[in-house]
T-cell receptor, first 110, second 113 residues
Framework: RKEVEQDPGPFNVPEGATVAFNCTYS??????FFWYRQDCRKEPKLLMS???SGNEDGRFTAQLNRASQYISLLIRDSKLSDSATYLC???????????FGSGTRLSIRP | NAGVTQTPKFQVLKTGQSMTLQCAQD?????MSWYRQDPGMGLRLIHY???????DQGEVPNGYNVSRSTTEDFPLRLLSAAPSQTSVYFC????????????FGPGTRLTVL
Protein backbone atom coordinates (compact mmCIF):
# COMPACT_ATOMS: atom_id res chain seq x y z
CA ARG A 1 0.00 0.00 0.00
CA LYS A 2 1.31 3.45 -0.88
CA GLU A 3 2.05 5.78 2.00
CA VAL A 4 -0.01 8.56 0.45
CA GLU A 5 -2.99 7.72 -1.75
CA GLN A 6 -5.12 9.90 -3.98
CA ASP A 7 -7.96 9.35 -6.41
CA PRO A 8 -6.21 9.82 -9.78
CA GLY A 9 -9.30 11.26 -11.48
CA PRO A 10 -9.62 12.78 -13.92
CA PHE A 11 -12.23 15.09 -12.52
CA ASN A 12 -13.94 16.93 -15.36
CA VAL A 13 -16.17 19.74 -14.09
CA PRO A 14 -17.74 22.87 -15.60
CA GLU A 15 -16.40 26.31 -14.88
CA GLY A 16 -17.93 27.72 -11.69
CA ALA A 17 -18.43 24.33 -10.08
CA THR A 18 -17.17 23.29 -6.67
CA VAL A 19 -14.87 20.27 -6.59
CA ALA A 20 -13.22 18.40 -3.74
CA PHE A 21 -10.37 15.91 -3.54
CA ASN A 22 -9.33 13.64 -0.72
CA CYS A 23 -5.98 12.17 0.13
CA THR A 24 -5.26 9.45 2.71
CA TYR A 25 -1.97 8.77 4.45
CA SER A 26 -0.90 5.62 6.24
CA UNK A 27 1.64 6.84 8.80
CA UNK A 28 -0.07 8.27 11.86
CA UNK A 29 3.20 9.96 12.86
CA UNK A 30 2.92 12.33 9.89
CA UNK A 31 3.26 15.91 11.01
CA UNK A 32 2.98 18.27 8.08
CA PHE A 33 0.64 18.26 5.13
CA PHE A 34 0.51 20.19 1.89
CA TRP A 35 -1.18 20.50 -1.45
CA TYR A 36 0.98 21.14 -4.53
CA ARG A 37 -0.18 21.97 -8.01
CA GLN A 38 1.52 20.72 -11.16
CA ASP A 39 0.79 21.97 -14.64
CA CYS A 40 1.43 19.73 -17.63
CA ARG A 41 5.16 19.05 -18.13
CA LYS A 42 6.11 21.60 -15.46
CA GLU A 43 7.56 21.31 -11.97
CA PRO A 44 5.22 21.13 -8.94
CA LYS A 45 4.58 24.29 -6.95
CA LEU A 46 3.20 24.74 -3.46
CA LEU A 47 -0.50 25.55 -3.45
CA MET A 48 -1.07 25.65 0.28
CA SER A 49 -0.12 24.10 3.58
CA UNK A 50 -2.79 22.24 5.53
CA UNK A 51 -3.25 23.16 9.17
CA UNK A 52 -4.98 21.16 11.88
CA SER A 53 -7.80 23.66 12.21
CA GLY A 54 -8.32 23.86 8.45
CA ASN A 55 -7.37 26.86 6.37
CA GLU A 56 -8.59 28.87 3.46
CA ASP A 57 -6.81 30.77 0.71
CA GLY A 58 -9.26 32.55 -1.55
CA ARG A 59 -11.30 29.91 -3.37
CA PHE A 60 -9.26 27.07 -1.88
CA THR A 61 -9.98 25.36 1.44
CA ALA A 62 -7.85 22.63 2.97
CA GLN A 63 -8.89 20.36 5.83
CA LEU A 64 -7.03 17.80 7.93
CA ASN A 65 -8.66 14.89 9.73
CA ARG A 66 -5.99 13.22 11.87
CA ALA A 67 -8.36 10.62 13.33
CA SER A 68 -9.21 9.27 9.89
CA GLN A 69 -5.81 10.16 8.41
CA TYR A 70 -6.94 12.15 5.45
CA ILE A 71 -6.65 15.63 4.07
CA SER A 72 -8.93 17.33 1.62
CA LEU A 73 -8.87 20.20 -0.83
CA LEU A 74 -11.99 22.09 -1.85
CA ILE A 75 -12.01 24.46 -4.83
CA ARG A 76 -14.98 26.81 -5.12
CA ASP A 77 -16.06 28.72 -8.23
CA SER A 78 -13.56 26.82 -10.35
CA LYS A 79 -11.77 28.61 -13.17
CA LEU A 80 -10.33 27.28 -16.43
CA SER A 81 -6.90 28.11 -15.01
CA ASP A 82 -7.46 25.62 -12.17
CA SER A 83 -6.96 22.76 -14.64
CA ALA A 84 -3.90 20.93 -13.37
CA THR A 85 -2.80 17.95 -11.32
CA TYR A 86 -3.10 18.37 -7.56
CA LEU A 87 -0.57 16.53 -5.44
CA CYS A 88 -1.01 15.65 -1.79
CA UNK A 89 2.21 15.82 0.23
CA UNK A 90 3.05 14.45 3.68
CA UNK A 91 6.08 15.04 5.87
CA UNK A 92 6.80 12.98 8.98
CA UNK A 93 9.09 15.35 10.82
CA UNK A 94 11.42 18.25 10.23
CA UNK A 95 14.34 15.98 9.42
CA UNK A 96 12.61 13.30 7.42
CA UNK A 97 11.49 12.49 3.94
CA UNK A 98 8.67 14.23 2.14
CA UNK A 99 6.28 11.92 0.31
CA PHE A 100 4.00 12.78 -2.59
CA GLY A 101 0.77 11.16 -3.60
CA SER A 102 0.30 10.19 -7.22
CA GLY A 103 -1.88 13.22 -7.92
CA THR A 104 -5.45 13.98 -8.92
CA ARG A 105 -6.00 15.38 -12.37
CA LEU A 106 -8.57 18.18 -12.67
CA SER A 107 -9.94 19.50 -15.93
CA ILE A 108 -12.27 22.51 -15.96
CA ARG A 109 -14.44 22.87 -19.07
CA PRO A 110 -16.00 26.14 -20.29
CA ASN B 1 18.48 34.17 -7.22
CA ALA B 2 18.49 31.45 -9.87
CA GLY B 3 16.55 29.15 -7.52
CA VAL B 4 17.00 25.44 -8.24
CA THR B 5 18.78 24.61 -11.47
CA GLN B 6 19.10 21.22 -13.13
CA THR B 7 21.24 20.05 -16.00
CA PRO B 8 20.84 18.62 -18.50
CA LYS B 9 17.22 19.27 -19.50
CA PHE B 10 17.13 16.22 -21.79
CA GLN B 11 19.35 13.14 -21.97
CA VAL B 12 19.32 9.89 -23.91
CA LEU B 13 21.44 7.01 -22.63
CA LYS B 14 22.10 3.48 -23.69
CA THR B 15 21.54 0.62 -21.27
CA GLY B 16 24.57 0.22 -19.02
CA GLN B 17 25.88 3.76 -19.37
CA SER B 18 26.41 5.87 -16.30
CA MET B 19 25.78 9.56 -15.87
CA THR B 20 25.29 12.30 -13.31
CA LEU B 21 22.30 14.61 -13.14
CA GLN B 22 23.31 17.95 -11.71
CA CYS B 23 21.28 19.99 -9.24
CA ALA B 24 22.24 23.26 -7.63
CA GLN B 25 20.46 25.85 -5.51
CA ASP B 26 21.56 29.31 -4.44
CA UNK B 27 19.08 29.84 -1.59
CA UNK B 28 21.26 28.32 1.14
CA UNK B 29 18.68 25.61 1.79
CA UNK B 30 19.83 22.71 3.93
CA UNK B 31 17.28 20.13 2.78
CA MET B 32 17.41 18.84 -0.78
CA SER B 33 15.81 15.89 -2.51
CA TRP B 34 15.54 13.98 -5.78
CA TYR B 35 12.29 12.62 -7.18
CA ARG B 36 11.37 10.72 -10.28
CA GLN B 37 8.00 11.08 -11.96
CA ASP B 38 6.44 8.45 -14.16
CA PRO B 39 2.96 8.56 -15.74
CA GLY B 40 0.29 7.81 -13.15
CA MET B 41 2.87 7.41 -10.37
CA GLY B 42 3.21 10.91 -9.03
CA LEU B 43 6.61 11.87 -7.64
CA ARG B 44 8.59 9.15 -5.92
CA LEU B 45 11.43 10.08 -3.61
CA ILE B 46 14.82 8.65 -4.60
CA HIS B 47 17.23 10.19 -2.07
CA TYR B 48 17.25 13.21 0.18
CA UNK B 49 19.72 15.20 2.23
CA UNK B 50 19.16 17.26 5.37
CA UNK B 51 22.50 19.03 5.04
CA UNK B 52 26.03 18.84 3.68
CA UNK B 53 27.58 15.44 4.34
CA UNK B 54 24.24 13.78 5.17
CA UNK B 55 22.15 11.74 2.76
CA ASP B 56 19.42 9.16 3.16
CA GLN B 57 17.35 6.84 1.03
CA GLY B 58 13.84 7.57 -0.13
CA GLU B 59 11.20 5.27 -1.59
CA VAL B 60 13.07 4.10 -4.72
CA PRO B 61 16.85 4.41 -4.13
CA ASN B 62 18.08 1.34 -6.02
CA GLY B 63 20.28 2.14 -9.00
CA TYR B 64 21.04 5.68 -7.83
CA ASN B 65 23.76 7.27 -5.72
CA VAL B 66 23.95 10.76 -4.25
CA SER B 67 26.48 12.85 -2.39
CA ARG B 68 26.27 16.23 -0.69
CA SER B 69 29.69 17.76 -0.33
CA THR B 70 28.37 21.33 -0.33
CA THR B 71 25.11 22.99 0.66
CA GLU B 72 24.57 24.18 -2.91
CA ASP B 73 25.01 20.97 -4.93
CA PHE B 74 23.22 17.63 -4.82
CA PRO B 75 24.14 15.47 -7.84
CA LEU B 76 22.32 12.23 -8.65
CA ARG B 77 24.36 9.41 -10.23
CA LEU B 78 22.94 6.61 -12.30
CA LEU B 79 25.41 3.78 -11.94
CA SER B 80 24.34 1.56 -14.86
CA ALA B 81 21.32 2.92 -16.67
CA ALA B 82 18.37 0.65 -17.33
CA PRO B 83 15.22 1.25 -19.42
CA SER B 84 13.21 1.23 -16.18
CA GLN B 85 15.00 4.45 -15.24
CA THR B 86 13.41 6.30 -18.15
CA SER B 87 11.59 9.09 -16.33
CA VAL B 88 11.46 12.77 -15.51
CA TYR B 89 13.76 13.63 -12.62
CA PHE B 90 13.08 16.58 -10.35
CA CYS B 91 15.42 18.06 -7.79
CA UNK B 92 14.02 20.19 -4.98
CA UNK B 93 15.21 22.21 -2.02
CA UNK B 94 13.22 23.10 1.06
CA UNK B 95 12.83 26.65 2.23
CA UNK B 96 10.23 29.36 2.42
CA UNK B 97 9.01 31.29 5.41
CA UNK B 98 8.34 28.21 7.56
CA UNK B 99 10.97 26.06 5.80
CA UNK B 100 8.13 23.92 4.58
CA UNK B 101 7.98 24.82 0.90
CA UNK B 102 9.81 22.73 -1.66
CA UNK B 103 11.22 24.63 -4.61
CA PHE B 104 11.65 22.42 -7.66
CA GLY B 105 14.01 22.61 -10.56
CA PRO B 106 12.61 22.41 -14.10
CA GLY B 107 13.33 18.68 -14.40
CA THR B 108 15.53 16.42 -16.49
CA ARG B 109 13.85 14.19 -19.05
CA LEU B 110 15.87 10.98 -19.29
CA THR B 111 15.38 8.21 -21.83
CA VAL B 112 17.30 4.95 -21.53
CA LEU B 113 17.34 2.82 -24.67
Amino acid sequence: RKEVEQDPGPFNVPEGATVAFNCTYSNSASQSFFWYRQDCRKEPKLLMSVYSSGNEDGRFTAQLNRASQYISLLIRDSKLSDSATYLCVVRYSSASKIIFGSGTRLSIRP
Amino acid sequence: NAGVTQTPKFQVLKTGQSMTLQCAQDMNHEYMSWYRQDPGMGLRLIHYSVGAGITDQGEVPNGYNVSRSTTEDFPLRLLSAAPSQTSVYFCASLGGRDRNEQFFGPGTRLTVL
